[in-house]
């Protein structure tokens, strides 16, 4: 099992930046990658970013350059920075991690947290 508490989701005006974290506890030693999706009012779900206990990363290619995902396996926490936000990414941000136990993958999400970009 693993819990993820996600901080640091606010409003900020359209062109401003915001660093989101999620912090992972319980099985961590077995976890694999980390991410974060985000889904907006009436649409689905949607990658954001994913990144690998080694630090192998992929993006959307609509959010590449823009935001950066990054991570700290000694804290077992996964930022995403968010620069030159636009109002369309206004959308709870959910984190997400895997773990790999028994010859088994496990998916875990957290609670999610909102981010509103103001135009």
């Known amino acids: 099992q693993v819990q993820l508490v996600e901080s640091g989701g606010g409003l900020v005006q359209a062109g401003g930046s915001l660093r989101i974290s999620c912090t992972a506890s319980?099985?961590?030693?077995?976890?694999?990658?980390m991410g974060w999706y985000r889904q907006a009012p009436e649409k689905q779900r949607e990658l954001v970013a994913v990144?690998?206990?080694?630090?192998?990363?992929n993006y959307a290619d609509s959010l590449k350059g823009r935001f950066t995902i990054s991570r700290d396996n000694t804290k077992n926490t996964v930022y995403l920075q968010m620069n030159s936000l636009r109002p369309e990414d206004t959308a709870v941000y959910y984190c997400?991690?895997?773990?790999?136990?028994?010859?088994?993958?496990?998916?875990?999400w957290g609670q999610g947290t909102q981010v509103t970009v103001s135009s």
């Open positions: 319980g099985s961590t030693s077995s976890m694999k990658t």
């Open positions: 990144i690998g206990s080694g630090g192998t990363t």
């Open positions: 997400h991690a895997t773990i790999r136990w028994l010859g088994n993958e496990y998916a875990y």
